[in-house]
């Protein structure tokens, strides 16, 4: 028997995260990393023990007739490590237990227990910070193992395997080698479908107007847009109907290249003054905390970076004390940060740019036991980003100075502006210009959020109009027919993505980068990017019809948030995961279609998926010439062609 060393052992994840804690620890703690996970399903049947493989579920490693019970093993490349942390415990007189306190974090814990199968003392250790303050903290307010949050993880874990490898089998039969679908995965890149048919019937229309820049008394100018003429309202993009590219209103005047050019000699000559001036003030208060979704959005925004590499960076100045924990729903602050962002504000920027009051963010988490703090420098005081830049890569300080601007600006004043718009007649036509002024900048000093929307963006900009008065005459010096062109929906980028899957309630925020890798993976072919925008290929669209018309629910944006919800109640232990598990794969043997299970589904659905059916797709109807019939693309062996 090993002598004790007196020493306790605790285990985080991570290398980076034990040195940082090794720290604040001192010499009766010994810390080792798991590094990740020790213990998951086999990868395939080679990896199912001799005396499990003749089982006709082996190959999902779940013994699906057994109450879903997972069959886990240690994988080659993690016995090494588990030999180090068994061989750390054998002298040991307490085991500390400081994964993260998530679901993922919670079931490394459980399977370091399963493992290790230790005799002495066992504290789970939890922490939101990597300081010395938390750390000791931690340490006096040591729980046990969340038995709700290991279930949980458990479930999505037994639901993915059943999903992905059931489906991926079937989907290579019928689409292609190397193709996979996923529970999570496969509604992403529907998403993505879903607006590139958008995109692909939509009708496009011209239209003009006309662009008039007016000169007043005092020789300043000022640039406005034809809104109506001879009382009839002149149109823009949202008045075309994006399936026929018809006028929705036909009262509204849409006029060619002809009629604008002369409307524009007709108004050259003609009398104008200004009609209408109307001043409107109005504050713009600054945004939460960062939550894993929102500093996913704007740091693509922002930044450029992809999801995958915002976590990278987020996970190193994590590891090394920098920021709190950076997988969160949470936009609260505690008490601390509160006031060490309210004294940053005094001593950066000035008392008049504090917000009277401390400012709190309501959000609506998913899952209460999951929400720590929000994403913000760690410690208190906060250090300054100036400070640690020697310290930190490119992309650690590009990270950090972020979320430090943002987490300063939630306690900063309203940004005070007004909006001014103008009126402008003359000629039987009417001209408007508007404008935006900064009264008074606020938070805008430390943070301007992103934008997916350059147009919404750049009408956020400051935009000075010259000082006029009702009745004050205009000579018109410049009027310039200008066409447009409606445009289909913009594709979506990461940032969008992200969004859009938060507000659908697909995934979690902690899953949306490996999920936005997962599809964009080359070796998948389901979706690449031109420039910043998310493209699906032939085989996404392929694939989507045939989950679409044979495999509905699986799919479908509802059930995949349900089925999230539902995760959240197992970890609040109010739900059970055995029948939620059995109705997903076997049924629950009633007439609903919805309520197939997927064994039966698949089963039902192999003979009948015809894979030329869901190759093939409608990519429009000619809108002039005699041909009107629907044309199709055809994706076959060497790429999609027309027929």
């Given amino acids: 028997m090993a002598k004790s060393t007196g020493k306790s052992l605790v285990i985080v994840e991570s290398p980076a995260k034990a040195r940082t804690i090794s720290k604040f620890l001192g010499a009766d703690y010994q810390v080792e990393a798991s590094i990740g996970h020790v213990r998951d399903l086999p990868e395939g049947k080679k990896d199912v023990p001799e005396k499990y493989k003749q089982e006709e579920w082996a190959y999902l490693g779940v013994n699906v007739d057994k109450g879903f019970e997972p069959l886990y093993i240690v994988p080659t490349d993690k016995k090494k490590q588990v030999k180090k942390l068994k061989d750390a415990l054998k002298g040991a007189s307490n085991l500390y237990l400081a994964t993260d306190e998530d679901r993922e974090g919670e079931a490394i814990s459980w399977h370091l227990m399963e493992i290790l199968k230790p005799k002495v003392p066992v504290h789970r250790l939890v922490f939101h910070e990597i300081t010395k303050d938390a750390i000791q903290h931690a340490l006096a307010e040591t729980r046990d193992i969340d038995d709700g949050l290991v279930r949980a993880q458990e479930t999505r874990r037994i639901l993915d395997r059943l999903y992905g490898f059931d489906m991926s089998q079937l989907l290579w039969r019928k689409v292609g080698s190397g193709t996979s679908a996923g529970r999570v995965q496969s509604v992403a890149v529907r998403l993505i479908v879903e607006r590139e048919r958008e995109r692909i019937a939509f009708v496009r229309s011209t239209y003009w107007d006309l662009e008039a820049l007016f000169e007043t008394n005092k020789g300043e100018k000022l640039q406005a847009t034809l809104s109506t003429v001879d009382g009839r309202k002149i149109p823009s993009g949202k008045d075309f109907d994006s399936s026929t590219g018809k006028l ?8 060619d290249e002809a009629q604008s050019t002369a409307l524009a000699e007709r108004l050259k000559s003609a009398d104008f003054k200004v009609t209408k001036v109307e001043v409107k003030p109005f504050t713009e208060r600054p945004r939460a905390p960062f939550t894993t979704s929102t500093l996913q959005q704007d740091a693509n925004r922002k930044l450029g970076f992809t999801a995958k590499r915002t976590m990278g960076a987020a996970q190193k100045l994590y590891e090394n004390g920098y920021i709190t924990y950076m997988r969160t729903d949470s936009t609260i602050l505690s008490k601390e940060a509160v006031g060490a962002a309210r004294d940053l504000v005094r001593s950066e920027y000035g008392e008049n740019f504090l917000h009277p009051q401390v400012r ?17 420098p760690a410690g208190t005081p906060f250090r300054v980003p100036a400070t640690v830049k020697g310290e930190l890569d490119s992309d650690q300080f590009r ?8 987490t300063i600006a939630c306690q900063m004043a309203d940004a005070k502006k007004q909006r001014i718009s103008i009126t402008i007649e003359g000629g039987g036509a009417v001209f408007t210009a508007s404008g935006t002024s900064i009264l008074f900048e606020g938070f805008l000093r430390a943070y301007v959020e992103g934008s997916d929307d350059p147009d919404a963006e750049l009408a956020q900009r400051e935009t000075l109009l010259p000082s ?9 010096k410049v009027m310039d027919p200008k066409s447009h062109t409606t445009q289909p929906p913009a594709r979506f980028t990461e940032a969008s993505l992200t969004k859009t899957l ?12 490996s999920i936005i890798s997962t599809i964009t993976n080359e070796r998948r072919e389901y979706i690449y990017k031109k420039g910043s925008a998310l493209v699906p290929s032939w085989r996404a669209f392929s694939v989507t019809r045939l989950m679409e018309e044979h495999f509905g629910p699986l799919v479908d944006y509802q059930f995949t948030a349900e089925m999230e919800d539902f995760l959240d109640s197992i970890s609040r232990k109010e739900a059970g995961h055995e029948d939620y598990l059995k109705k997903f794969y076997f049924g629950d043997n009633s007439d609903d279609k919805h309520n197939v299970g997927l064994k039966s589904r698949l089963k039902d659905k192999l003979e009948q998926i015809d894979p030329k059916k869901s190759a093939m797709f409608l990519l ?13 693309v055809r994706v076959g062996k060497y790429g999609p062609y027309i027929e």
């Fill in 248 to 255: 929705k209103n036909p009262q509204l005047l849409q006029m």
């Fill in 360 to 376: 709190t963010y309501k959000h609506k988490v998913k899952n209460a036991q999951e929400a720590h703090e929000a994403i913000r």
């Fill in 399 to 406: 990270l950090f100075e972020l979320i430090w601007k943002r």
């Fill in 468 to 476: 006029v008065a009702e009745n004050d005459p205009l000579d018109p």
């Fill in 502 to 513: 938060e507000e659908k309630g697909i995934g979690r925020p902690s899953t949306y980068a």
């Fill in 620 to 632: 429009g109807v000619p809108t002039e010439g005699e041909h009107r019939e629907e044309v199709f």
